[in-house]
């Protein structure tokens, strides 16, 4: 299984906004359950598509900058960009198969 990186505030811009190709950030809490569910998802997505798309998680609670920025005010909320534009947000517990339809609408 692969494990997903975390990112912060600090390595936000560097890890998803300067990145060409798909990168969906995972925006998650401690204490959230639903969070803990997609972990497991995301992390078989990850293996799935290897080398065409990154995953990254980020706290919400502990990166308040990165969470305003995007809006977020449920969670999970997870976040598609594309050559380091946001082009869709995903907000609450989804089904696998969900989420990978939604990522590769980005990767033709």
Do not use: H
């Not at 497991?40 to 990254?56: A, G, H, N």
């Not at 999970?76 to 989420?99: H, N, R, T, W, Y």
Request: glycine share 4%; net charge neutral; with cysteine.
């Amino acid at each position: 299984m692969a494990t997903i990186e975390e990112i912060t505030d600090n390595n936000f811009n560097q890890n998803v906004i300067e990145k060409k190709g798909v990168i969906v950030v995972d925006f998650w809490a401690q204490w959230c359950g639903p969070c803990r569910k997609m972990t497991p998802l995301l992390e078989q997505i990850q293996v799935e598509f290897k080398d065409d798309i990154k995953i990254y998680k980020i706290d919400a609670d502990k990166n308040i900058n990165s969470a305003k920025e995007y809006g977020i005010s449920s969670l999970p909320s997870v976040l598609i960009f594309k050559d380091g534009e946001l082009k869709e947000i995903m907000v609450g517990l989804m089904q696998k198969s969900a989420i990978v339809s939604n990522i590769k609408k980005y990767l033709a």
